[in-house]
C-alpha cells in the first residue's frame, strides 16, 4: 500500500510578510519592557547612591522621587519650589512702607513735637520747673502787676490812701504818688520825664503831708503788711532805697539826701534786689521852699 503523501500547504507571500512584521514588533516590545523605559519619553534615572538625576542635571534629596505624569513634564515635583518662588521676589518682601513717608518718623522735626504751651521767649509761659507732682511751676516775672486796691499807711501823722481800681504796673516799673499835682506838672518840677513804666496817683492835697516824723507802710489789698514801716524821715529830706534784700524798716537799706529837691528823683529806683512782682516802698521825699509842698510824694518800685 502506498504511503499517503503529505501535502504541505503553500504559504502566501504577502501572509509571510505580515508574519514577519508581527514578530519583528512582539520582539521590539519586549525588548523594551526589559530596559524599563516608559512609553512617554522620560530620561531621568536612579542613581547608585539613591539620588535621582532629572534631565536638566538637578539632583534630589535621597528618597525622594521624580513625577513623571501623562504630560511629559520631566521637571521634578519634589525640588524645593522655594528656590525658584516668585514669592521670593514678592514685591511685599520690599514693602514700600520702607521708604513710605507715612511711615517716616518726622517727630525730631515736627513743629507739633514742640510744645506749643511753653514758649523759650515769650515770659509770660517760661515754664520755672516742674513740682514733685510733675505739675509745672512758673516762676518767669509777669508782664504787670495790678496794685488795685493796696494801701499805702502813714504813720505818725496818720493818713493813708488806696490805689484806685485800673492801677496796674509794668514788671520793673514804679508808682508815684504826689501829693497835690497833675502829672505834668509834677514832672516839670522834678525835672523828670516819665515813659509807659510809671504810673502816677494824685493824693489830692491829702496824701502824703510829710511835717517830720513820718513813716511809711505798703498793705496788700488784704490790708497785709507787704513792706515797712519805713525809716522816719526827717523834714526837708529824702530817702531812697538802696537795697531790697533789707528789710524796709533797716535804716541800713536807705540813703538819706539833705537837698531833696535837687537829689530825688520819683520815677527812678536805683534799689538792687527785691523779689519778682512783689511791690516795695523805694524813695519818699519832703520839699524845701515856700509852696513846695504840693510835690511831695511816695514812690513803690515792682522789681522784675
Do not use: K
Not at 71 to 80: C, F
Not at 168 to 184: F, K, L, T, Y
Amino acid at each position: 500500500m502506498a504511503t499517503p503523501m503529505r501535502v504541505m500547504p503553500t504559504i502566501h507571500p504577502c501572509f509571510a510578510t505580515l508574519l514577519l512584521l508581527a514578530s519583528a514588533c512582539a520582539g521590539a516590545e519586549m525588548g523594551g519592557r526589559a530596559s524599563g523605559a516608559d512609553d512617554i519619553g522620560n530620561s531621568g534615572l536612579e542613581s547608585s547612591e539613591g539620588t535621582v538625576t532629572a534631565a536638566d542635571g538637578s539632583v534630589t534629596a535621597a528618597g525622594s522621587t521624580t513625577d513623571s505624569d501623562d504630560s511629559g513634564d520631566d521637571a521634578p515635583s519634589s525640588l524645593d519650589a522655594s528656590a525658584t518662588d516668585p514669592s521670593d521676589t514678592d514685591p511685599s518682601d520690599t514693602d514700600p512702607s520702607d521708604t513710605d513717608p507715612s511711615t517716616t518718623d518726622t517727630g525730631a522735626t515736627d513743629p507739633s513735637t514742640t510744645d506749643a504751651s511753653v514758649s523759650d521767649t515769650d515770659p509770660s509761659t517760661t515754664d520755672g520747673g516742674t513740682s514733685d507732682d510733675g505739675a509745672t511751676t512758673d516762676t518767669a516775672a509777669p508782664d504787670a502787676v495790678d496794685l488795685s486796691g493796696y494801701v499805702l499807711l502813714q504813720a505818725n501823722s496818720f493818713r493813708e490812701i488806696v490805689l484806685p481800681e485800673g492801677t496796674i504796673v509794668p514788671a520793673g516799673g514804679v508808682v508815684v504818688v504826689g501829693r497835690n499835682a497833675s502829672p505834668g506838672t509834677f514832672q516839670d518840677f522834678w525835672g523828670v520825664n516819665w515813659g509807659d513804666d510809671v504810673v502816677y496817683v494824685e493824693g489830692l492835697d491829702d496824701f502824703p503831708v510829710i511835717n517830720g516824723a513820718e513813716t511809711y507802710t505798703l498793705l496788700d489789698a488784704a490790708r497785709n503788711v507787704v513792706d515797712g514801716p519805713s525809716p522816719a524821715l526827717t523834714v526837708a529830706t529824702s530817702a531812697a532805697r538802696v537795697d531790697a534784700t533789707l528789710s524796709g524798716s533797716d535804716a541800713s537799706a536807705w540813703e538819706v539826701a539833705v537837698a531833696p529837691n535837687s537829689t530825688a528823683v520819683p520815677g527812678l529806683s536805683a534799689a538792687t534786689g527785691g523779689t519778682s512782682g512783689v511791690p516795695y516802698i523805694s524813695e519818699y521825699a519832703d520839699t524845701t521852699g515856700n509852696g513846695n509842698f504840693d510835690f511831695e510824694f511816695v514812690e513803690l518800685h515792682i522789681p522784675l
